[in-house]
């Protein structure tokens, strides 16, 4: 473990905090708190807590000791001088005189020792910080340290790697009588440089932020530094591996189906992240993967994010699909019926306490690697990273003992306490949380627009387009994944989605909007350019369709195809016929579509749109037709019943729209500001 600490550095921070009137000793607890927080091996997703005890005035003037407390789930490695509410120490001290204190007093303690109300809620571990007396505080889920306190010796491993360095005290749930524990073990060892609470996490002492820190990487460093020992002499072999076939499914292949089944009815879908490596696969292929593998969270501070334990799937034989569906299939219920029980056992434990749902948040497979998933790509991450976290964990215990994970009760305690789940906050889900959207031709124009609809609607977004600068560019403008593909080739189409599956689960919805305006007389037109222009606007279209439905089977919940067709398909216009010819193909073909895969629960609709500002109708060439028709540009493009120009805008509303529409399919919805001659008869 490196210290990362620079003088320099920490000056630089504080001195550019104090022109915006933060003093030099709260900069430095959030220059040391960033180092903490930018160590994953440290602290994962809002974990781990740091405070500082100082001295200010109040609204009255007077002089008063204050505690700047992290804020309960603020993520340590972007924490600003904001996310540490300033509250009265005194108060909260004298709390240490009662002998009990239930958690909405504790919580109605803190929200009145705030000295501004709209401060964001200080950590549920205050009162600990608050009750010792060192002036800087840090604490941590250290991998390494968690992996000497989570088996059976976890005491006395700490005492041969720490001697009288720290007090150790057993597990207790964060609040008060943690907080009184870790008082009274700081007391019998006032020269401790940090406190271990088994099962949970380190928090080291100092009179200065730096020394804090730098207590907190030795500290942690010592307990790599044994378990590397561990690992030298090899005191045992670690995850002997199981009989694998010679060959698995991909993961483009395995996603779909996992995100199909891991999936009830009323309930959004759900966002998968995949992750691999040599010790993710060391892990999950490992012999005894039923038992290290459902042993527990590392610290159970993680179980809100990821459920007590992850599902274990079956190995994806390549070529047996339909086994590992089925095999699969069961494997979630019986995970669901495990999940019921565990709160049916519990639930007396709580009061007015809405349960999640069943479905695991980590699948682990045999021969691949492992899945984090989440109710969008963000959660998912998390939820993967915390795996991989306790994956490495878990692998260190192994390799120097045997892990074990908290008692059923407690990992129950902590994942229906309300300060936890109030983490994950009870914000109004977005229309189209939870489903992944691909556009094509997304870099510009009705593409990009719509890649932007589909992306404020909540949805991930994975954007289509030839170059690969341009697709980048939108992609982060979105928010979403960008990739290279020219849909008139079936084999990159196909790399396309198999993209997406790998880095989302799956697809929901599919916008096949790609295409370009050829021109010609069609009495005159070569063959070549005819075939050009079928070969984007009317095949492309057809290519992205079959893998849709091929990602959309695998899925099982049905899907929604969208087709950005034109007013040529129904009203040619001169010389045009080289574009309307192929589009006209493409609005059949969403028909045929609705006909023939209603059964899969996919739904085909489209959208015709005319005179939209794109690639396919330049200013140049809006110039041009406007002057050939004798008006003026804004009378050319608001040439329609309404008397105004249609924008991109308006037809990435109209697919969103479309999208949402669930029982609606075979439709055709026009976007073009009112033209009877472009209506459907």
Not at 211 to 227: F, P, T
């Amino acid at each position: 473990m490196k210290n990362l600490w620079s003088d320099r550095a920490a000056s630089a921070f504080a001195t550019r905090l104090a022109r915006a009137g933060i003093s030099r000793e709260l900069a430095l607890r959030v220059y040391s708190s960033r180092l903490l927080g930018g160590n994953p091996a440290l602290v994962l997703h809002g974990g781990g807590n740091t405070s500082l005890k100082t001295s200010g005035r109040d609204l009255t003037g007077e002089v008063i000791d204050i505690l700047y407390m992290k804020g309960s789930g603020r993520d340590l490695g972007a924490i600003e001088a904001d996310g540490f509410p300033a509250l009265r120490l005194a108060p909260l001290r004298a709390l240490a005189k009662r002998k009990k204190l239930s958690d909405s007093q504790m919580l109605d303690a803190l929200a009145s020792a705030k000295l501004v109300a709209t401060a964001p809620a200080p950590s549920v571990e205050t009162l600990l910080h608050a009750f010792l007396p060192a002036r800087f505080i840090d604490h941590t889920h250290a991998n390494a340290l968690l992996a000497l306190t989570n088996q059976e010796r976890g005491n006395a491993l700490c005492a041969e790697v720490f001697g009288d360095r720290v007090a150790v005290i057993p597990y207790a749930m964060s609040g008060f009588a943690l907080a009184a524990a870790a008082k009274k073990a700081v007391e019998a060892n006032p020269d401790a440089e940090g406190l271990i609470v088994m099962q949970h996490g380190l928090f080291t002492f100092g009179e200065t932020a730096k020394e804090a820190y730098g207590r907190m990487i030795d500290l942690v460093g010592r307990a790599e530094r044994r378990l590397a020992k561990g690992q030298k002499n090899k005191v045992r072999k670690v995850f002997a591996t199981r009989a694998l076939p010679k060959k698995t499914a991909s993961v483009a292949e395995v996603a779909p189906v996992l995100r199909g089944l891991i999936h009830d009815d009323g309930m959004l879908p759900l966002i998968a992240d995949f992750r691999t490596g040599a010790a993710i696969r060391a892990f999950v292929d490992g012999r005894d993967l039923a038992r290290y593998g459902t042993a527990g969270t590392a610290t159970p501070d993680h179980v809100i994010r990821t459920k007590p334990t992850p599902l274990i799937a079956p190995v994806p034989v390549a070529g047996n699909l339909d086994a590992f569906r089925a095999d699969t299939a069961k494997a979630v219920a019986a995970f669901k019926k495990n999940y019921k029980a565990y709160t049916a056992r519990n639930k007396k434990r709580v009061k007015d306490v809405a349960f999640a749902d069943p479905l695991p948040r980590i699948v682990l497979v045999p021969g691949l690697g492992l899945f984090g998933l989440g109710e969008n790509a963000r959660a998912a991450r998390i939820a993967a990273d915390i795996a991989e976290a306790n994956i490495s964990t878990i692998a260190d215990a192994e390799r120097i003992g045997t892990f074990k994970g908290l008692p059923e009760s407690d990992v129950f305690d902590i994942e229906y306490w309300p300060p936890e789940r109030a983490k994950l906050g009870r914000a109004v889900a977005p229309a189209l949380q939870g489903r992944v959207v691909l556009v094509t031709g997304a870099a510009s124009g009705i593409g990009l627009a719509t890649a932007k609809a589909f992306g404020s609607a909540g949805a991930e977004v994975v954007l289509t387009d030839l170059h690969k600068k341009s697709v980048e560019a939108a992609a982060a403008d979105v928010g979403g994944l960008g990739l290279v593909c020219d849909v008139t080739k079936p084999a990159q189409v196909r790399r396309a989605f198999d993209k997406a599956c790998e880095t989302f689960g799956g697809i929901d919805i599919v916008v096949s909007n790609a295409g370009a305006a050829w021109q010609g007389e069609i009495g005159t037109v070569d063959d070549a350019t005819l075939r050009k222009s079928f070969e984007l606007n009317f095949f492309a279209h057809q290519s992205v369709a079959q893998n849709a439905v091929r990602v959309m089977r695998a899925q099982g919940k049905g899907g929604c195809l969208l087709f950005n067709t034109s007013k040529q398909a129904v009203n040619p216009g001169e010389n045009f016929g080289p574009y309307g010819l192929p589009k006209a193909a493409t609005l059949f073909l969403v028909r045929q579509y609705a006909v023939d895969h209603g059964k899969d629960g996919i739904r085909a609709n489209a959208v015709n749109a005319d005179r939209i500002r794109s690639g396919l109708l330049t200013d140049a060439m809006i110039k041009s037709r406007a002057k050939a028709r004798k008006l003026s540009e804004a009378d050319y493009m608001g040439g329609n019943l309404l008397g105004r120009e249609v924008t991109a805008e308006d037809v990435a509303q109209a697919f969103v729209s479309l999208a949402l529409a669930e029982s609606s399919t075979g439709a055709v919805l026009t976007v073009d500001g009112g033209n009877i001659a472009a209506a459907l008869r």
